[in-house]
């Protein structure tokens, strides 16, 4: 079993829906990204967060600690939302690495 | 545009070959982490550098080494290439104190044939 998992894997919608993906982990962390990666490669952090809710315009992140879980919501979605993002946990100790989960594609269709 | 870029951005090479990626940090960044991502899956950590110094290390062999240099830039070598290594490889650069972000690179595509 993964440390991090996220569903589903694989998402398409219709523009304008609300769109949410779920991350859960099993690891103790310190944080949590939500990270953005297009086709091609290069990864955009969308959100780290530790705690309760944060915004960024169409985007919405939430982590419940307690329950080691996390999710991400867009509302409005556009055809450019169409991405695969991926949940990783900030594992910390001494070395603050990432374990990340394998991904959500998303595909938004006009 | 998150201040660290990564060369070269594609890579071929033959199998048994070495190679060499090179990653610029976001300044003001100490800490850089590297990570491979086989087609299809999420990125695995291969190793971090904080301050010149290996600070924890994956599950990949030691044929994976690096190095981190004075201005926090760094660079990461693949001996004896195997098909295997075929992936994206990214970096992620960061200010280790605390819960700080990481900014990522757009990433090298090695294929090795």
């Known amino acids: 079993k993964n440390e991090v998992e996220q569903s589903p894997q694989n998402l398409t919608a219709q523009e304008g829906e609300f769109i949410t993906i779920n991350c859960s982990y099993s690891?103790?962390?310190?944080?949590l990204h939500w990270l953005q990666q297009h086709p091609g490669g290069g990864i955009v952090s969308l959100f780290m967060?530790?705690?309760g809710k944060k915004k960024h315009g169409r985007l919405i992140a939430t982590i419940n600690i307690q329950e080691k879980h996390s999710s991400l919501h867009i509302t409005a979605s556009h055809p450019r939302d169409s991405a695969v993002y991926i949940c990783?946990?900030?594992?910390?100790?001494?070395?603050?690495?990432?374990?990340f989960g394998t991904g959500t594609l998303l595909a938004v269709q006009p | 545009e998150t201040g660290v870029t990564q060369s070269p951005t594609h890579l071929i090479k033959t199998r048994g070959q070495q190679v060499t990626l090179r990653c610029s940090s976001q300044s003001g960044h100490n800490t850089v982490s590297w990570y491979q991502q086989a087609l299809g899956q999420g990125p695995q950590f291969i190793f971090q550098?904080?301050?010149?110094?290996?600070?924890g290390r994956g599950n990949f062999p030691p044929r994976f080494s690096g190095l981190q240099f004075p201005n926090y830039s760094s660079e990461l070598n693949v001996n004896a290439l195997e098909l295997d290594d075929s992936a994206l490889y990214l970096c992620?650069?960061?200010?280790?104190?605390?819960?700080?972000?990481?900014?990522f690179g757009q990433g090298t595509r090695l294929t090795v044939v």
């Open positions: 992620a650069s960061s200010y280790r104190q605390g819960n700080t972000e990481a900014f």
């Open positions: 690891v103790g962390i310190s944080a």
């Open positions: 967060l530790s705690s």
């Open positions: 550098y904080y301050r010149e110094e290996e600070n």
């Open positions: 990783a946990v900030l594992y910390g100790g001494a070395t603050n690495k990432l374990i």
